[in-house]
């Protein structure tokens, strides 16, 4: 008798469980960082009067994944090299790829022949705008001619518009985060650092063009420039890059899990950086300066709407970059009736326009199965943005 009325409280327990996660989806966290410190071994990198862009790039990587390591344990931070040793680009997607991490952080230090050049950029994978980004992706390209086998990047050209194009199609709402990650490091850059903000820029770079993640490329500063290098060799100074790129991440990495499980800020918000363990910063450490996003619907589609037909809707974002693309099911891997809105200078493409969370949700998984890192996002009928949290408590 004893025995069945622990049966019946342990069935009951499991009963209450099973009522009360019906309906929640799974948390998403950011579990798995790959860094990667540009060149290396026989690939000098940028070369200034007294160092190699190789040292730098490493000694500032494994500063940053040391702070990420020790202030946020429950991420694995995994480099892509620790010592000075050569390995190829499309190794060090590899490995990111199969560790499937969530981020991926390649460091660099840029130079130019202009020795008065300085500042830091950060990079994502996209269409060079002008020629001066394509010199930028030519430079770190130019490691393949150190490789065994260039084959490894057939079909991979900086000059091939269209194949970049559906690169970025392919990435999906990766290109995005990579774009809202690459915004946050520079705002540590500047406002943390002092250092010269050269802003956000888009470029056809070999070692992002295989990773199925969320990818940057940092260009740290100027080797070419005197002062400058000789500022990057100072391990205080390495220390407070480090410093920096670590509290991206970690605004990074509450930004996109509070998106990605139904919390979802505006795109002009910011959260405030977190300070280190191991030692206090010098540095002032602020928001990053606000910036007003205007959202327009985009002038090359017919079926984007400059209002909805609902006080609040529901959409899935799938993607976002530069260029408007045409709005046909090839060019979405067969998803029908996408849209796309601009939106702080960039072309996001949505999936899907209901009047309830619960409709939307029914067709995320779908989206996810050929876009896996779609989300849902809520406006209202002028197409504002709105936290979808706040939409639930006004729709049903």
């Not at 470029?203 to 500063?221: C, D, H, Q, R």
Request: aromatic share 8%; with cysteine; proline share 3%.
């Amino acid at each position: 008798m004893q025995t069945m009325r622990h049966i019946y409280i342990v069935l009951g327990i499991f009963l209450l469980w099973c009522t009360s996660t019906i309906g929640q989806t799974p948390t998403y966290t950011v579990k798995t960082l790959v860094i990667d410190a540009g060149h290396g071994g026989k690939d000098p990198g940028a070369c200034g009067k007294i160092s190699q862009e190789k040292n730098i790039t490493l000694a500032i990587a494994l500063k940053a994944g040391g702070l990420i390591s020790m202030n946020c344990p429950d991420v694995n931070v995994i480099y892509t090299r620790k010592t000075d040793e050569f390995i190829e680009l499309h190794k060090r997607a590899e490995i990111a790829n199969k560790a499937k991490a969530d981020l991926f952080i390649s460091i660099h230090v840029n130079a130019n022949v202009n020795p008065e050049a300085y500042g830091t950029d950060t990079w994502t994978m996209g269409l060079a705008k002008n020629e001066a980004n394509l010199k930028v992706a030519k430079m770190e390209n130019n490691v393949i001619s150190l490789e065994s086998d260039a084959s490894q990047y057939q079909g991979m050209s900086a000059n091939d518009n269209e194949a970049i194009i559906l690169h970025n199609l392919q990435q999906g709402a990766f290109c995005d985060n990579s774009l809202a990650l690459a915004g946050m490091i520079q705002s540590k850059f500047r406002d943390e650092v002092g250092r010269k903000d050269r802003s956000v820029h888009q470029a056809p770079f070999l070692v992002l063009w295989k990773t199925i993640m969320p990818s940057v490329l940092i260009e740290t500063g100027f080797i070419s420039n005197e002062e400058e290098e000789l500022w990057l060799n100072n391990p205080d100074n390495q220390a407070e890059m480090a410093y920096a790129i670590y509290n991206a991440f970690v605004e990074y990495k509450n930004y996109i899990e509070k998106r990605s499980n139904g919390e979802i800020q505006r795109s002009n918000e910011s959260n405030t950086s977190t300070q280190p363990k191991t030692q206090q910063s010098n540095n002032t450490q602020t928001k990053p300066t606000q910036t007003n996003t205007k959202q327009t619907t985009s002038n090359n589609t017919t079926n984007t709407q400059t209002q909805s037909d609902y006080d609040i809707y529901y959409s899935i974002q799938i993607g976002a970059g530069k260029d408007q693309i045409p709005l046909t099911p090839e060019n979405f891997n067969g998803l029908k009736n996408v849209y796309s809105l601009e939106e702080g200078g960039f072309v996001k493409y949505y999936v899907g326009k209901t009047a309830t969370f619960n409709e939307i949700s029914a067709l995320l998984p779908e989206v996810k199965e050929k876009y896996p890192s779609a989300y849902v996002v809520a406006r209202d009928k002028n197409n504002k943005k709105l936290q979808v949290s706040e939409a639930r408590l006004k729709t049903k």
